[in-house]
């Protein structure tokens, strides 16, 4: 069956750390793949997609997620985290009839 | 400019009243959605249309029923509302038959059923 699972409900990290959002999922093909985030009070807007070519994928912000296929995951990742960046991140599954897929989402909390 | 517009941004209702949520899209997209969100359920798929057609139905209860009277609408109505009816309810659009079209959401109407 198709899933895609965020492990962590919640992450906290101080402002100008590092920082990873696990994402993964269970998919038969090569699936495509996204990100997006929602800031407080507002839609979901998309962050970055997947579908092939270089693993590592650049999204707005500085994010980045890359792609593994042996590990069935699709990580986000970020150098050095902003307040603004506090939100809700969403990984999405499009699955064979192009609907989307949703983790449960993790929330970002940065600590000033 | 906003590329999907969701009416209202606010609603109080009684419970046991009917409301209609109201979403139009200008980005030419042919697929649109429903989604429910609250502290229950991160982000609930409601419901999927096509060309106006229903696609997909994930939502119970026959209280919501969505209706496209154009191409780039998708209003919701609720019937009889109650309290859990509560939620923040986005609506979405994309270009259906593309498996990388991403979804465009709206901000919201965020509904409190008293």
Same mark, same amino acid.
């Given at each position: 069956a198709q899933s895609v699972t965020q492990p962590d409900a919640r992450v906290t990290v101080s402002e100008g750390a590092s920082l990873q959002l696990r994402c993964k999922y269970s998919y038969s093909a090569t699936p495509y793949l996204f990100w997006y985030v929602q800031y407080p009070r507002q839609g979901l807007q998309l962050l970055l997609k997947y579908y092939s070519g270089d693993p590592v994928v650049q999204g707005v912000n500085s994010f980045e997620a890359e792609f593994s296929k042996s590990n069935s995951s699709f990580h986000l990742q970020k150098a050095s985290v902003h307040w603004s960046d506090s939100a809700v991140y969403f990984c999405a599954l499009s699955d064979s009839n192009y609907q989307l897929i949703w983790g449960s989402g993790t929330k970002l909390i940065i600590k000033p | 400019d906003p590329k999907i517009i969701q009416k209202p941004k606010y609603l109080v209702a009684v419970t046991g009243s009917e409301k209609i949520l109201i979403c139009e899209q200008?980005?030419?997209?042919n697929a649109m959605y429903w989604y429910r969100q609250s502290a229950k359920k991160p982000l609930e798929f409601m419901f999927s249309y096509s060309y106006q057609k229903?696609?997909?139905? %994930?939502?119970? @209860?026959?209280r919501f029923q969505p209706q496209s009277s154009k191409k780039n609408h998708l209003d919701l109505q609720i019937t009889?509302?109650?309290?859990?009816?509560?939620a923040t309810y986005f609506c979405a659009s994309s270009q259906e038959? %593309?498996?990388? @079209?991403d979804y465009t959401f709206g901000s919201g109407t965020r509904l409190l059923v008293i």
């Open positions: - | 200008y980005l030419g997209h229903l696609m997909d139905n %994930q939502t119970a @209860s026959s009889a509302l109650k309290p859990d009816d509560s038959g %593309q498996a990388n @079209s």
